[in-house]
Structures are given as structure tokens and as C-alpha cells.
């Protein structure tokens, strides 16, 4: 299952100078990479929560969910610091930090659903906020990859 999109960028936005296309060349090559692994650990962490998994074991895939999507923050963080293109920057500023109070809001439902384990209302806030750090995860990558062309 691809839950983050991991197809390859195609669509160019605007032209852009020699350092911004280097700068997301770059980055948009590290999302390639990313998106599929971020979308297997979400994939491992659903899984967990369907087999009903103890808190021990669903926090172990939660972890490596929120290690890969800060990476994809990472990307987006140095993007919008670095590139010229005001349009590109402020859209990968918003969605990168769309995507970091995303990985936030799992965190705190995270720890509430593990607390008040096996009860479903807090296991289910917890996975609504994995299908948000998704949509935002892919969004941001969509964004850049767009960008590079």
C-alpha cells in the first residue's frame, strides 16, 4: 500500500535560477527516497493498530513514522530557508509546517491513546492523525517535487 505518494515528480511550476533547481533537485531526489519508507512505517504502524498491539509495540512503529516525517520537515525547513522563488518558498513553509504540527498532534494523541490503552476514542484520534501527517507529508512532497519539474 503507497499511502504517501511516491510517484515520481514530472510537473514543472516555474523556471527557475541554477541554485534553486540545484537546491530541489537535490532534496526532491531525498523525498523520492523517504516518501516510500515513510509510507511503509505508517503502513507497519496501521497494521499494529488493527492486530490491537499493545502501546509498546504501536510506539515502536510511531517512532520511525515521526523520525521519516521529520525528515520530509527537514527537507521543506531547508527549502524555504535557502531558495529564491518567493512563490516555492512560501508554499513549502506553509506545508512544511502544516506537516510538523501534524507530526505534533500524532505525538500528543499518541501518548493520550497509550495512557488510556485499549479504550477506541484515543486509538482512533490517534489514527485520524496519522491520515493527516499523510495527506501533509504527501502534499509537501507533491509541493516540491512539482517545483523541480
Known amino acids: 500500500m503507497n499511502l504517501v505518494d511516491s510517484s515520481t515528480c514530472t510537473e514543472k511550476v516555474e523556471e527557475l535560477n541554477e541554485k534553486d533547481e540545484q537546491l530541489l ?10 516518501a516510500p519508507r515513510l509510507s ?9 493498530i488493527h492486530q490491537n498491539d499493545p502501546p509498546q509495540e504501536f510506539n515502536s512503529h510511531l517512532r520511525y513514522v515521526i ?9 521543506g ?9 518567493l ?15 501534524n507530526i505534533k498532534m500524532l505525538h500528543l494523541s499518541s501518548k493520550v491513546a497509550t495512557k488510556e490503552f485499549p479504550q477506541v476514542g484515543p486509538m ?10 499523510t495527506k501533509s507529508a504527501t502534499s509537501l512532497k507533491k509541493a516540491i517535487c512539482n517545483a523541480t519539474g
Open 67 to 75: 523520525l521519516l516525517a521529520h525528515k520530509l520537515v527537514f527537507a
Open 124 to 133: 482512533q484520534r490517534m489514527v485520524d492523525n496519522i491520515w493527516n501527517l
Open 40 to 48: 511503509e512505517a505508517i503502513t507497519a504502524f496501521i497494521t499494529s
Open 87 to 101: 512563490k516555492i518558498k512560501l508554499a513549502v513553509e506553509t506545508l512544511s509546517n502544516e506537516l510538523n504540527d
Open 77 to 85: 525547513d531547508t527549502i524555504h530557508r535557502n531558495i529564491d522563488s
Open 25 to 34: 533537485d537535490f532534496y526532491s531526489t531525498q523525498l523520492e527516497v523517504a
